[in-house]
C-alpha cells in the first residue's frame, strides 16, 4: 500500500508483553457488523482486528481493506491485509476514508488483557479513537464500539472537546450491558 505507511515507528515492541490470543467473535463484534455491512469507499482499517471478522466484511465493499493488532489472527484472511502493529500508529494521517473498531473498552485498574482491559478512565478507548481520528481523510468517519460498563459519558465529552461530531448508529441491550456503536467525524474548519 504505498504512501501509508509511517515506517518510524517500533511497532511491536511490547506485544509479547501480554502473551494474549486474538479476540474472538462475540456480541460486540455481531454489532459492529451490522454497522459495517453497509460501507463503502476507497480505504478503510480496522483498528485491533483480532480474528479479522470485521475486516473480511469490510473487504466486500472498499477497494483496500487494512487491519492492525497487537497479536497475529489465528488464521489466515482472504482479500484483506493485516499488520502486526499497536493501533493505527504504522499509517501516515489522513490515509483513509473509514476507519472501525472494537477498544478493549473494559474498566480496569491494570492492562492485563489488551483485548478487552481499557484501564481506569478508558485510556484505550481514546487512544484508538485518537488513532482512528488521526488516519481518516477529511469527510472520513471512525465507527468504534464502547460499553455502558464504561463511562459513556466522559469519553462522550472527551470527544466532544477534541471537536468531533458523535452520532449513536446503533445499540444492543444484554442483560448485563448495553453496547454502542458511534459514529465520529472531525468538525466542518470554516
Request: glycine content about 6%; some cysteine; charged content about 30%.
Amino acid at each position: 500500500m504505498p504512501n501509508t505507511i509511517n515506517e518510524n515507528k517500533d511497532q511491536t515492541k511490547d506485544s509479547n508483553k501480554y502473551h494474549n490470543k486474538p479476540y474472538f467473535y462475540s456480541d460486540d463484534t455481531s454489532l459492529l457488523l451490522e454497522v459495517v455491512r453497509n460501507l463503502r469507499g476507497k480505504r478503510c482499517i480496522e483498528i485491533g482486528s483480532g480474528n479479522c471478522y470485521i475486516l473480511e466484511e469490510l473487504s466486500k465493499n472498499f477497494e483496500i481493506a487494512v487491519g492492525t493488532d497487537l497479536v497475529k489472527p489465528s488464521s489466515k484472511k482472504n482479500g484483506v491485509e493485516f499488520f502486526l502493529a499497536d493501533r493505527a500508529t504504522c499509517f501516515r494521517d489522513l490515509s483513509f476514508d473509514v476507519s472501525v473498531c472494537n477498544p478493549p473498552y473494559l474498566p480496569s485498574d491494570s492492562i492485563d488483557d489488551i483485548a478487552t482491559d481499557s484501564g481506569k478512565d478508558s485510556e484505550q478507548v481514546m487512544k484508538f479513537t485518537e488513532d482512528g481520528m488521526r488516519v481518516i481523510k477529511e469527510g472520513g468517519s471512525l465507527y468504534i464500539l464502547i460499553s455502558s460498563l464504561t463511562n459513556q459519558k466522559k469519553i462522550e465529552e472527551e470527544w466532544r472537546a477534541k471537536g468531533y461530531n458523535i452520532t449513536q448508529v446503533k445499540e444492543k441491550k444484554l442483560f448485563f450491558e448495553t453496547l454502542y456503536v458511534y459514529r465520529l467525524t472531525k468538525e466542518n474548519k470554516k
